[in-house]
């Protein structure tokens, strides 16, 4: 059974940093492609970033392009979402999200078939 769990969410001041994990089990992580998303309350679902399986390839929404980074530690089977230069509308529950040995668009959310729970992340202004 697949499983992702995320942490490290939080309150911070507009400007500062957070860094968030996604931990997998129950799936081959190296060859996983692993998103984040993010949804703020009353929106879509969006886009933040992607790692890909294939040369760790990254992805980013052009919103935090610049600001955030993914990571993978594939011997930790952990994804990171380095947080820097926040701003009060990166106010949202973020969740990660994986799929095996995908060719899809990374970008999509119907690409991923295994979904973590989400964590808050609030940036006050």
């Known amino acids: 059974q697949v499983q992702l769990v995320e942490s490290g969410g939080g309150l911070v001041q507009a400007g500062g940093s957070l860094r968030l994990s996604c931990a997998a089990s129950g799936l081959t992580f190296s060859r996983s492609a692993v998103g984040w998303f993010r949804q703020a309350p009353g929106k879509e679902r969006e886009f933040v970033a992607t790692?890909?399986?294939?040369?760790?390839?990254?992805y980013y929404a052009d919103s935090v392009k610049g600001r955030f980074t993914i990571s993978r530690d594939n011997a930790k089977n952990t994804v990171y979402l380095q947080m820097s230069s926040l701003k009060p509308e990166d106010t949202a529950v973020y969740y990660c999200?994986?799929?095996?040995?995908?060719?899809?668009?990374?970008?999509?959310?119907?690409?991923?078939?295994?979904w973590g729970q989400g964590t808050q992340v609030t940036v006050s202004s």
């Open positions: 999200a994986a799929a095996y040995q995908t060719l899809g668009v990374l970008s999509r959310k119907s690409t991923y078939g295994n």
């Open positions: 790692i890909s399986w294939i040369g760790d390839t990254t």
